[in-house]
């Protein structure tokens, strides 16, 4: 069966510090990957989505990035956080077509 | 292009009550149509699913049916419980017109009181 993994499931971090998530996905090939963002009390904001090795697909302008270094492998960059940033942030997976999405236990990040 | 609106909550509701969470969808191909749950600190999990008009989706008690007429997918639950405090989302997946991504509603906060 397949399996998604996201760490750290929380993190504090001050201003202007570098952020990294990770999620990486068990049990299956060739997933889409996707990483929304949710802040308290809202819905879910799509930030990238890779449909393969190497490719990022970027949907909200701003001081993220993502990257796709291994198949089943997504993670999440930030050169220097905003205060802004702060939010629970989610990991998914589909098959080749987006269909029924999966998703991660998610990371609770707190910018101070 | 496609999107998914949900009536505005919070709902609060007793014990053993019964539950609509209203969901609409505009889509300009036949998309199938989902509802994800999340609870606390966790999540999204998918509930229920409906791929084509007429489909009832149900698990745990839950149930929902695609009208393509009124293009609506309402949630529906009997009788809640306290364990079904959570968010809602309503999502759509066209995958002749947004092949790599799927659209969730707003979500719906459910309370629970005994």
């Known amino acids: 069966s397949q399996t998604i993994h996201q760490w750290p499931a929380t993190l504090v971090q001050p201003v202007g510090s570098p952020l990294s998530l990770e999620c990486t996905v068990e049990g299956t090939s060739n997933p889409n990957l996707y990483w929304y963002r949710q802040a308290a009390g809202r819905g879910l904001q799509l930030l990238f989505y890779?449909?393969?090795?190497?490719?990022i697909s970027s949907e909200v302008p701003q001081n993220l990035s993502a990257s796709r270094p291994q198949d089943r492998q997504f993670i999440l960059s930030s050169k220097k956080l905003l205060l802004s940033d702060s939010g629970f942030y989610l990991c998914?997976?589909?098959?080749?077509?987006?269909?029924?999405?999966?998703f991660g236990p998610g990371t609770r990040l707190t910018v101070t | 292009g496609n999107s998914v609106t949900q009536m505005e909550g919070p709902v609060t509701l007793s014990e053993e009550a019964f539950l609509t969470i209203n969901c609409t969808y505009t889509?300009?191909?036949?998309?199938?149509l989902f509802w994800y749950v999340q609870y606390p600190g966790e999540g999204l999990q998918l509930l229920l699913k409906?791929?084509?008009?007429?489909d009832k989706g149900s698990n745990k008690g839950f149930e929902a049916t695609y009208r393509k007429e009124t293009t609506s997918f309402h949630l529906e639950k009997g009788s809640v419980q306290v364990s079904d405090s959570a968010v809602y989302f309503c999502?759509?997946?066209?995958?002749?017109?947004?092949?790599?991504?799927?659209?969730f509603g707003p979500g719906t906060s459910l309370s629970v009181i005994p």
């Open positions: 890779s449909v393969g090795i190497g490719q």
């Open positions: 889509a300009t191909g036949y998309p199938s």
């Open positions: 998914a997976w589909s098959g080749r077509r987006a269909y029924e999405q999966y």
């Open positions: 999502a759509l997946s066209d995958l002749q017109t947004s092949y790599d991504k799927v659209i």
């Open positions: 409906a791929t084509k008009a007429d």
